[in-house]
């Protein structure tokens, strides 16, 4: 069995999925398999994505035979990103093209299902897969540019109430992502998807940490439908700066498969990590430079530098020697013992709190537990510490893969200060409720000095006068 026929087999939601060049010209093929009922097509598009994909899309649906509806967000191209507004707009679109047994537009007896396909990347397929799914609907994407690993997965990323949230949906019944369309994309979305991407490698790292103590135990499909791809899909990143259809199809095929693997486990574990908190840690705060909000996979890539280093850093530290009873003297004894740390770590931001708060209550872990934990990693460490070392990739790498690839590796590329990146990285461990490396500094009593190491004193980050510190970034965009 191939790995996407292993990967279709154990999605819960999609049926088919389809990575390649040209693959958008099979799109009226596979949506006549997958919906041989459907009255109606909506195909939802901006005018970019129209251009490039969903004319063709378009036009051999037609020539199938399909009745097929077109809906172009701002038409006049300008910018719109996936606010729950969006939803709903997307939402009314659908509803309006309901059409009746007889051809009349209406909502009684004998109503014809429209089906709602995504021509775009990573705003308009979550806008449709959420809208789609209020709906009660299924809806295909057609997949115009590597930018991030969502098209395959459940749940959309939305903005709602003034906060980035996952909302709960289903994936799609059928994917295509045309590799040729995605090889011309604007670079800044390829670069997106490549850190998106070259955040599995310390993610995996993260995962094999929470599995040693049995937090979350690995499921060997999800990883390897993760891991398996991975290096040769991130292995050229200046053929996927440069738009070489080859490279950019290994980065779509490697995209695809994580959000597989997220629904073969129903869990966004095997693709995201520290990284993941770090992005979503900004998307609380709304990060935008130059006026528009930074894109997912350039927050992560720079939260992959950060997690890569937290790695490194564990790895310096020999656990099999480790003094549990010193390490676990530093935990804080009760929850609101913990609890009362938080404003000298967050300050006057009480959604912050809260939600730290909110995350604890379930994460807190009592100092027998801790002990437990660190006694576990210290009998473990030695084979433990060579598999993290055979995962990760070293640091400098990383940022020249990054650099190569055309997404950002210093913080100030996105608008974020050092002082900031230090600020959020301290914020982070109380965040989610989930295992990651930078818990066992955490629990090592260890984050104080693993943050100097990076922000201090002759440290990676430490920080640059203010007036130097804002340097223009790579343009972006979060389509
Ligand atoms: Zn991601």
Redesign the pocket.
Known sequence: MSMMEEALASATDTKVCVVGPGSADGSAAMFRDLFPTAGKVLVVEDPRTKSVAGDNVVSRLKASGVEVSEYVMNPDGSDFHATYAKVEEVREAIRGERVTGNGERGTGNGERVVVPVAVGSGTINDLVKRASDELGLRYMVVGTAAS???YTSYGAAITKDGMKQTLSCRAPLGCIVDSAVAASAPREMTASGYA?LI?KIPAGADWMLADAIGSEAIHPLAWRLVQEPLRAAISNPSGCASGDEREVRKLCEGLVM?GFAMQAMGS?RP??GTE?QI?HYWDMEDLSFGGRPVS??FK?GIGTLFSTKTLEFLLRHDLSTLDVDKAVASWPTTFDALKATFPAVYGDRPAHIRRAEDEMAKKYTTPDKIREELSTFKRVWPELSERIRAQIMPFDEVRENLRLAGAPYEPEQIGVTRAKFRDTCRGIPYMRNRYFGLDLVTRLGLLDELLDDLFGPGGIWFPMPPESALTSSPSQTCK
């Open positions: 991030m690993d969502g998106d955040a994580s966004s693709a995201s993941h992005s997912h996979g992560v």
